[in-house]
């Protein structure tokens, strides 16, 4: 069978030392274990010699380049073909269109033997099939033959005999002991059969699906609760996140209703964080102001409270910082300030001497009477050294919108007061000029608040107000905690870090 490659174009790599021959095969010799070739090429160049003589144990990579048919010479190619087409494939060189050489195949029969290499052989052979070849079932049988009895040659080289060599070889020089370590290491690697190799592919999903995934951690789960170490967390659990303001330490459970008034209340709030706060009566709320009065919490510290925490909600409605700083003066807020002659009006005008104070300009309402009470007396003493401004007449009253009205007009006990003429035209204005309202301690009762407000402050305590009161906040007046047990409430304060906060209809 060794005569069948025979004339065929080889491509033989002898490694960095010996470099790259090509030629036509001239003799192949199985007992000694040579391949000759005729008019050779080393690397690109055509040697001197005629013949070269190549053992099996110096080629490290053999390739063929063109085998020939049944029909041709064995010395197709003459001197004048080997010096064109060696460094190419094919046996005819023709012009092409451009005017450049290019090489021809030659057609070869479906009856030529043929290599198809294994994957042992695939270092070692390059073979160049033509689509005749391709498309012939009885070259390939035959071909496949060949490469089975021919695979003894590739795969015993490193073990033939350096000594039996052809009386006409060439011997060259050996690579060395490195690149024969290399290549037994390829032959280790690489050399086993091709048959042997299963040809189904593997089955992931049914491998996958012999793996119990929750089988597996629950058993890692149990070992960790028995041997007391932290449980890892099975897939189908989420780990506990916290807001900025949650305390991620373990804690009491909260107890959301921490006030209890003695009588069922009218009506219940909570705050944002959800403690509940009850509604009183007005007489437990004034029973309330007057024993905190009798401990020393006397009307002069409750007036100061109640406008310092008046004003710092009426600032906050008014823009705050955003409004409120050295870069805005051109937008100072107007607030127009409606006080009675009660306790009331003395609130609301510690209020205003607090905005005032703060850059705000401040129109205050309060009418004229023979005898004022004596905290709005103080209070209008104090008020006079600010920049407000102090008036008594309803037409002394900005025509134009204002950003804000703080309405103290309305009191608890002095009814009455509604039907005077001041009141009434005060009332109209403050429905016309469509400003937002700010109600401080405003009557329980809707008939008595001649003006609806968008917001309300309640003090200590809310009263069961109504809906024309808008929305509730709660201020801290500064009752101690044993003044509201003395009356009989069971207080704990809802502010926290706050002396304001909003409440919400329950």
Same mark, same amino acid.
């Given at each position: 069978?060794?005569?069948?490659?025979?004339?065929?174009?080889?491509?033989?790599?002898?490694?960095?030392?010996?470099?790259?021959?090509?030629?036509?095969?001239?003799?192949?010799? !199985?007992?000694?274990?040579?391949?000759?070739?005729?008019?050779?090429?080393?690397?690109?160049?055509?040697?001197?010699?005629?013949?070269?003589?190549?053992?099996?144990?110096?080629?490290?990579?053999?390739?063929?380049?063109?085998?020939?048919?049944?029909?041709?010479?064995?010395?197709?190619?003459?001197?004048?073909?080997?010096?064109?087409?060696?460094?190419?494939?094919?046996?005819?060189?023709?012009?092409?269109? *451009?005017?450049?050489?290019?090489?021809?195949?030659?057609?070869?029969?479906?009856?030529?033997?043929?290599?198809?290499?294994?994957?042992?052989?695939?270092?070692?052979?390059?073979?160049?099939?033509?689509?005749?070849? +391709?498309?012939?079932?009885?070259?390939?049988?035959?071909?496949?033959?060949?490469?089975?009895?021919?695979?003894?040659?590739?795969?015993?080289?490193?073990?033939?005999?350096?000594?039996?060599?052809?009386?006409? !070889?060439?011997?060259?020089?050996?690579?060395?002991?490195? *690149?024969? !370590?290399?290549?037994?290491?390829?032959?280790?690697?690489?050399?086993?059969?091709?048959?042997?190799?299963?040809?189904?592919?593997?089955?992931?999903?049914?491998?996958?699906?012999?793996?119990?995934? $929750?089988?597996?951690?629950?058993? &890692?789960?149990?070992?960790?609760?028995?041997?007391?170490?932290?449980?890892?967390?099975?897939?189908?659990?989420?780990?506990?996140?916290?807001?900025?303001?949650?305390? &991620?330490?373990?804690?009491?459970?909260?107890?959301?209703?921490?006030?209890?008034?003695?009588?069922?209340?009218?009506?219940?709030?909570?705050?944002?964080?959800?403690?509940?706060?009850?509604?009183?009566?007005?007489?437990?709320?004034?029973?309330?102001?007057?024993? $905190?009065?009798?401990?020393?919490?006397?009307?002069?510290?409750?007036?100061?409270?109640?406008?310092?925490?008046?004003?710092?909600?009426?600032?906050?409605?008014?823009?705050?910082?955003?409004?409120? *700083?050295?870069?805005?003066?051109?937008?100072?807020?107007?607030? $127009?300030?409606?006080?009675?002659?009660?306790?009331?009006?003395?609130?609301?005008?510690?209020?205003?001497?607090?905005?005032?104070?703060?850059?705000?300009?401040?129109?205050?309402?309060?009418?004229?009477?023979?005898?004022?009470?004596?905290? &709005?007396?103080?209070?209008?003493?104090?008020?006079?050294?600010?920049?407000?401004? +102090?008036?008594?007449?309803?037409?002394?009253?900005?025509?134009?919108?204002?950003?804000?009205?703080?309405?103290?007009?309305?009191?608890?006990?002095?009814?009455?007061?509604?039907? !005077?003429?001041?009141?009434?035209?005060?009332?109209?204005?403050?429905?016309?000029?469509?400003?937002?309202?700010?109600?401080?301690?405003?009557?329980?009762?809707?008939?008595?608040?001649?003006?609806?407000?968008?917001?309300?402050?309640?003090?200590?305590?809310?009263?069961?107000?109504?809906?024309?009161?808008?929305?509730?906040?709660?201020?801290?007046?500064?009752?101690?905690?044993?003044?509201?047990?003395?009356?009989?409430?069971?207080?704990?304060?809802?502010?926290?870090?706050?002396?304001? &906060?909003?409440?919400?209809?329950?």
């Amino acid at each position: 069978m060794a005569t069948d490659w025979l004339g065929s174009i080889v491509s033989i790599n002898c490694g960095e030392s010996l470099g790259v021959y090509q030629g036509r095969v001239s003799a192949v010799d !199985q007992i000694s274990q040579t391949i000759s070739l005729t008019r050779p090429f080393h690397n690109g160049v055509k040697c001197l010699v005629p013949e070269v003589t190549f053992r099996a144990g110096d080629i490290t990579e053999l390739k063929i380049l063109e085998i020939p048919g049944p029909g041709d010479s064995r010395q197709c190619g003459d001197s004048q073909h080997m010096d064109v087409a060696m460094p190419g494939v094919g046996c005819q060189v023709g012009p092409s269109q *451009n005017g450049t050489g290019k090489v021809l195949k030659k057609p070869m029969s479906s009856s030529a033997p043929q290599n198809i290499p294994r994957r042992t052989d695939m270092k070692s052979q390059d073979i160049v099939i033509s689509p005749q070849q +391709q498309c012939s079932k009885s070259y390939m049988d035959r071909h496949m033959e060949t490469l089975s009895q021919s695979k003894g040659f590739r795969r015993r080289h490193n073990s033939w005999s350096s000594s039996s060599r052809h009386p006409n !070889q060439v011997t060259p020089k050996k690579s060395g002991l490195k *690149n024969g !370590q290399m290549k037994s290491k390829d032959d280790e690697c690489f050399g086993d059969d091709i048959d042997e190799i299963p040809d189904t592919d593997f089955d992931f999903e049914g491998n996958l699906a012999l793996f119990d995934k $929750a089988a597996v951690f629950e058993e &890692i789960e149990t070992y960790e609760r028995r041997s007391g170490t932290r449980s890892r967390g099975t897939p189908n659990e989420k780990p506990a996140r916290y807001r900025h303001d949650e305390n &991620i330490l373990e804690s009491e459970p909260i107890v959301y209703r921490r006030i209890v008034v003695p009588q069922n209340p009218h009506k219940e709030f909570c705050t944002d964080s959800g403690l509940v706060v009850p509604s009183v009566s007005y007489e437990l709320h004034k029973k309330l102001l007057a024993v $905190a009065e009798k401990h020393g919490l006397t009307l002069e510290r409750r007036l100061e409270m109640t406008g310092v925490c008046a004003s710092q909600m009426a600032l906050s409605l008014l823009g705050g910082p955003n409004r409120l *700083n050295p870069k805005n003066v051109h937008q100072r807020p107007t607030v $127009a300030l409606l006080c009675g002659p009660h306790v009331k009006g003395a609130q609301g005008i510690s209020c205003g001497r607090h905005l005032s104070n703060h850059d705000v300009h401040v129109i205050l309402f309060l009418p004229n009477f023979v005898k004022m009470l004596e905290s &709005i007396t103080n209070e209008l003493n104090l008020f006079s050294k600010t920049q407000g401004q +102090q008036v008594s007449s309803v037409k002394d009253l900005p025509d134009t919108p204002v950003d804000l009205v703080i309405n103290c007009l309305d009191c608890h006990e002095n009814a009455f007061l509604r039907d !005077q003429p001041w009141y009434k035209a005060v009332v109209d204005w403050a429905n016309q000029n469509r400003a937002p309202v700010l109600s401080i301690d405003p009557p329980i009762s809707e008939m008595e608040l001649g003006i609806d407000a968008k917001w309300s402050l309640a003090l200590g305590l809310p009263l069961p107000l109504g809906e024309r009161a808008g929305r509730v906040y709660l201020c801290d007046i500064g009752i101690p905690q044993k003044v509201f047990q003395e009356v009989g409430i069971n207080y704990h304060s809802p502010f926290g870090c706050k002396f304001v &906060i909003p409440l919400h209809s329950t």
